[in-house]
Antibody, heavy 123, light 106 residues
C-alpha cells in the first residue's frame, strides 16, 4: 500500500526557510487521482492544512500562509516538497504530508498520512 | 474560511459505551465532511468520508451522519483501542479541521 515519509531539518532558525520533503512509496505522485498535501499540528493543538499540489504542478495554498508557502513536485524521485519562508516560533509544529483523494464532485479526503516530523523554530 | 466546531471537547467513557461526537460547520457544506482518529504521537487516520462512508478497514461500530451544517460521529460500543482524539474536516472549500474531541477512559 501507499506510504509517505517526511524528511528534513528538525531545527530552523527564525526568519529562515523551512524545507521538507515527502517521499512516496507504493504509489506514484504522477497519479491523476490524487492531490499531495501538507498539514501541520502545533504541539497539543489542532490540524492546519498548508497546501496541496497536483501532478501537473498546479497548487492551492491556505490563504493564511500563501505568501510564505511553496509546494513543488519531483515526479522523477516520486517526491513532493514544502518550503515555508520567514519562519517564526509560531511555525513550530509537527508537519505531515498526506495523499488527498479526489473524490466525486470535489469530495476529497486525506489518506494515508506520513508519520510526521517535528520542526522547531528556534535560534 | 469555513469554521468547524466540535462538541464536547473531551469526554470520559467506559468500554462498551455508545459515544456520539458532534461537528458543526459555520455554513452549509452539504456532505463534504470527513472524520479522523488520532492517537498520541501518531498521524491521524481516516475513519469516515463524505459524512457517512466508512473507510476501508474501519470497524463497523463507527458511523457518521449529517449534512448541511450538523454532523455526528457515533461509536456504537467503545473499545479499548478507540480511546483517542477525533477530528472532523470539511472539504467544501479550503480544508479546515475541527478542534478535536478527546475520548478517554472513565
Amino acid at each position: 500500500q501507499v506510504q509517505l515519509q517526511e524528511s528534513g531539518p528538525g531545527l530552523v532558525k527564525p526568519s529562515q526557510t523551512l524545507s521538507l520533503t515527502c517521499t512516496v512509496s507504493g504509489g506514484s505522485v504522477s497519479s491523476g487521482s490524487y492531490y499531495w498535501s501538507w498539514i501541520r499540528q502545533p504541539a497539543g493543538k489542532g490540524l492546519e492544512w498548508i497546501g496541496r499540489i497536483f501532478t501537473s504542478g498546479s497548487t492551492n495554498y491556505n490563504p493564511s500562509l500563501k505568501s510564505r508557502v511553496t509546494i513543488s513536485v519531483d515526479t522523477s524521485k516520486n517526491q513532493f516538497s514544502l518550503r515555508l519562508s520567514s519562519v517564526t516560533a509560531a511555525d513550530t509544529a509537527v508537519y505531515y504530508c498526506a495523499r488527498e483523494s479526489r473524490g466525486y464532485e470535489g469530495h476529497n479526503w486525506f489518506d494515508p498520512w506520513g508519520q510526521g516530523t517535528l520542526v522547531t523554530v528556534s535560534s | 474560511d469555513i469554521q468547524m466546531t466540535q462538541s464536547p471537547s473531551s469526554l470520559s467513557a467506559s468500554v462498551g459505551d455508545r459515544v456520539t461526537i458532534t461537528c458543526r460547520a459555520s455554513q452549509s457544506i452539504s456532505s463534504f465532511l470527513n472524520w479522523y482518529q488520532q492517537k498520541p504521537g501518531k498521524a491521524p487516520k481516516l475513519l469516515i468520508y463524505t459524512a457517512s462512508t466508512l473507510h476501508s478497514g474501519v470497524p463497523s461500530r463507527f458511523s457518521g451522519s449529517g449534512s448541511g451544517t450538523d454532523f455526528t460521529l457515533t461509536i456504537s460500543s467503545l473499545q479499548h483501542e478507540d480511546f483517542a482524539t477525533y477530528y472532523c474536516q470539511q472539504s467544501y472549500s479550503t480544508p479546515t479541521f475541527g478542534p478535536g474531541t478527546k475520548v478517554d477512559i472513565k
